[in-house]
């Protein structure tokens, strides 16, 4: 009951400072990626009413926001399924590796 009439406190005082929504999402994996930052600064520039609140949390903790309307969506690099809710992959990178120049494993990457 407390989480609930937090929200609708926010939600108002959100309306009565002009915004016209507000989403919320959820981080996990200490995900703060470059593209990320780039998604969220292009939410700013379409929609500068919409209130965008980010939340670090566990996996956990994500799943249960979700399922009770705490948070909009998450972003994690975990990949368990969780009954009721959908993933769909937004990015992938391509790993890179970092070396010193006299590893002997460079001699393996040479061919």
């Not at 209130?51 to 998450?74: F, P, R, S, Y």
Request: glycine share 8%; aromatic share 4%.
């Amino acid at each position: 009951m407390l989480t609930f009439m937090e929200g609708a406190r926010t939600r108002v005082s959100a309306a009565a400072q002009g915004y016209r929504g507000r989403l919320r999402i959820g981080l996990t994996d200490g995900l703060a990626q470059p593209r990320l930052t780039r998604l969220l600064a292009r939410c700013r520039e379409e929609e500068p009413l919409t209130q965008v609140k980010i939340i670090e949390m566990t996996v956990k903790g994500m799943v249960n926001a979700l399922g009770h309307d705490q948070i909009d969506a998450g972003f994690t690099v975990h990949t368990e399924r969780h009954n009721g809710f959908i993933k769909e992959a937004v990015w992938t990178d391509r790993p890179a590796i970092a070396i010193p120049r006299n590893h002997p494993l460079l001699a393996l990457m040479e061919n």
